[in-house]
């Protein structure tokens, strides 16, 4: 029910793309493959830069996770950084603990993820609106302290977190790590939103979107509700979690202070930022993370030389700025926006 | 035995602040059926402002008044200005606002005072009673303020004009716009007087927890269990409800504290509080979500 309004125009815009627009798409994704030769080989891009685009990608997947669950299901999550802490932990914790290659990490992670995500799922499905809110804002908050408890000290390695190490490209080819494992970030991705674009495609994806439009009738056509909204929380934790389990390997490092209220809130930012309803969304959303957190305060100094403002501002600041101004002028995020301006332009 | 009164004193200590925040949460749900996840950063930017007004040289009883006030204000502008346009809108919007309020507070308070950790010294005079030995005399006085404050809002809604036209506002909006009362006014004065009460809670707790941004992501969170164990809907609820889980933080920790050294065995100590919290707030909201003394809603199918 969350976005009733404007989803009529995200759900047409969602239909299948024409021709010219999947060639498009093709184009882009192999555009991005190829960077590490057009931009590592000739020094444009750095490695830091690389490790940079890998963060972008693995926040837009962990968006994605949240949209497909608030956006497409209207079950709304503040706490969606549990989830992502799993996945971080259960990939760390395996490389670490079990020498684990890191690939064989992420199936185990999405299933984890899947399976504490469905269990979330059950309470919530008794909870609407602001209390579901209430009750992952809750989960949010106390992430860190579940983290550090003691009995699973042996494994978290408490407080001071785990250190794992990037892997090398295998076979001998010629990429650096950050490069290689940009790579594989960008084919999870690539794997993951056509995943996504199939199921939401499908009489799933249909159900899905009947249950936030209007749960009742959904019921009456005969939808199991509760059966889609819980295992629509797994598929959503499972998509954050293997963003998570991305991230402590191309990070190297996960402590449970990463993983406090302010990453959910990055993560919802991202959403609705990038559009609620949207998988392009997504991945505007976590472009849009990542660039705030690196470049804030880059940019934050500038302005307060500009303006000649007394104090430094945060990347939290410009966060929220960004979610109030939007929720008034643009509430379907960028895409919608994009989207609305596109058909405007084309005069439909 | 003296450790146990010992725990229960401090929690019901504890509890005077998270009533107080409950019952600021309370305030607005019940004319507004939001939930307001920026009170807790509302409250942090008070106690700040409270410092401030303590650093330029006023005295405590002068600042919080001065502060409550302010807070009224800025609670009223939130209220008209940025939440007014929603009133209709569906609730991503408004806790997508109320997430960004909560952004907006906790960043300007880090960039106004900076993130090293502040001092309030307590208002109280530091003196001996009987039972001195269980509970410090800043214990005694967050619990009275609290009781004061309490009374005063009950006096306020039960005998004032103004009272009843809030109260008429918030239990029918349109019966009471059709007897003249200005309903938006109402809701923009509920908010005002929740910012107040949260801003008293702030500036009670920054004496005993140290002042810094993220001081009140864990009261927030007991507040809100506050006010799920008392009921949402109902303010006398949520202060007994702050009360009961101040006081069961506190035994659930001298438990488990108790336990470990029977057995040996650690379960669950004061590292574990957020997580009994989070509990609390799941078992309430899915088990009896209209609390212990809230309204129970009935949906019309």
Known sequence: MATTTANGIADRERSRPAL????????AVVL???????????????NYGFLQLSLMIVYAI?????????????????????FFAVGAYAAAVLIDQANWPYWATLPVAAMLCFVVGYLFGLPALRLEGHYLALATFALAVA????????????FTNGVQGINIFKPDPPFGVPLSADQWMYLVVLAVAVLMFWIARNLLDSRTGRALRAIRDHTMAASTMGINVAHYKTVVFGISALYTGVAGALHAIIFEFVAPDSFRFELSIAILVGAV???????????IGGVFVQVIEKYADALTKKLTAAVNLPLDLEPWTIYGIALILLMYTMPMGIAGGLALLWRRLRGS | MEQLIQQVASGLANGAIYACLALALVMIFVSTDHINFAQGELAMFSAYLVWQALAWGFNFWVALPVVALLSFLIGVSIERVILRPLHHAPVLSVVVVFIGLLAIFHSLAGAIWGHTIKAIPSPFPNFTFVGSGYIGPHQIGMIVVTVLLLVALFAFFRFTPLGLAMRAAAQNPASARLAGIRVDWMLALGWGLAAAIGAVAGSLVAPAVYLEPNMMASILLYGFAGALVGGISSPGGAVAGGFIVGVLENLIAYLGNLFEKITGVYIIGNGEKLTVALIIVITVLTLKPSGLFGRVSVKRV
């Not at chain 1, 992430?143 to 042996?154: A, D, G, N, S």
């Open chain 1, 143 to 154: 992430v860190p302290q579940i983290l550090k408890y003691r009995h699973f000290e042996w």
């Open chain 1, 32 to 46: 991005l493959a190829l960077l590490p030769l057009l931009g590592g080989k000739t020094g444009l891009i750095s």
């Open chain 1, 20 to 27: 010219g627009r999947r060639y498009w798409l093709l184009g």
């Open chain 1, 273 to 283: 930022v990038g559009g609620i309803a949207s998988l392009p969304g997504a991945v």
């Open chain 1, 62 to 82: 962990a968006v994605l996770g949240l949209i497909l669950l608030t956006g497409f299901n209207g079950q709304i999550s503040l706490g969606h950084g549990a």
